[in-house]
Antibody, heavy 121, light 106 residues
Framework: QVQLQESGPGLVKPSETLSLICAVSGYPISSGYYWGWIRQSPGKGLEWIAS???????YYNPSLNSRLSISMDTSENQFSLKLTSVTAADTAVYYC??????????????WGQGTMVTVSS | EIVLTQSPATLSLSPGERATLSCRASQSVGSSLAWYQQKPGQAPRLLIY???NRATGIPARFSGSGSGTDFTLTISSIEPEDFAVYYC????????FGQGTKVEIK
């Protein structure tokens, strides 16, 4: 059974960098699929952030691209997100998920429980 | 960016009734349309992918249809555990989500 678990600081100061980790169990991420991040805020609803595949290929939401970095650590079976220069608009629940990014699927089929991140001084 | 518009915003139904939720895309997404269910305090759960395919473990009362710009999620006979918020999502050049339809108890 594949499970994902997000971790990271619950509070980040404005202009700083938000760093999150998603630990995957039940499946070696080096074996396949894309793995991604989605966030949810009251103001903007659900918003896809970025995804990375088992070969290290990445793609980013163009509206956040300049501030984003996604990476993978296959030895720890986890992947990470960094979002720089955060503002209050980045306050949200952040989810990680398995991204079935193929033409016949194109959806996130497994999600973590989510972690709340607040940007405030 | 492809914008997804869901209607209605809120749907009030009694258990056993049929639910019909709509999702309209600002341009064609082919069949790259998925539906999710979200309950308070929980992550979204995938119901339907590629417009009409039920995800693993999803009951047969949930069905999806449509292609191009107009899509529908139908719950044939709504159960008490189905009252939740439903989102559509497309994958064209990148993922975007609709704003959600809340299905509430009448």
């Amino acid at each position: 059974q594949v499970q994902l678990q997000e971790s990271g600081p619950g509070l980040v100061k404005p202009s700083e960098t938000l760093s999150l980790i998603c630990a995957v169990s039940g499946y070696p991420i080096s074996s396949g699929y894309y793995w991604g991040w989605i966030r949810q805020s009251p103001g903007k609803g659900l918003e896809w952030i970025a995804s990375i595949n088992h070969g290290g290929i990445t793609y980013y939401n163009p509206s956040l691209n300049s501030r984003l970095s996604i990476s993978m650590d296959t030895s720890e079976n986890q992947f990470s997100l960094k979002l720089t220069s955060v503002t209050a608009a980045d306050t949200a629940v952040y989810y990680c998920g398995r991204d079935r990014d193929d033409a016949s699927f194109a959806a996130f089929d497994i999600w973590g429980q989510g972690t709340m991140v607040t940007v405030s001084s | 960016e492809i914008v997804l518009t869901q209607s209605p915003a809120t749907l009030s139904l009694s258990p056993g009734e049929r639910a019909t939720l709509s999702c309209r895309a600002s341009q064609s997404v082919g069949s790259s349309l998925a539906w999710y269910q979200q309950k308070p305090g929980q992550a979204p759960r995938l119901l339907i992918y590629h417009a009409s395919n039920r995800a693993t473990g999803i009951p047969a009362r949930f069905s999806g249809s449509g292609s191009g710009t107009d899509f529908t999620l139908t719950i044939s006979s709504i159960e008490p555990e189905d009252f939740a918020v439903y989102y559509c999502q497309q994958r064209s050049n990148w993922y975007t989500f609709g704003q959600g339809t809340k299905v509430e108890i009448k």
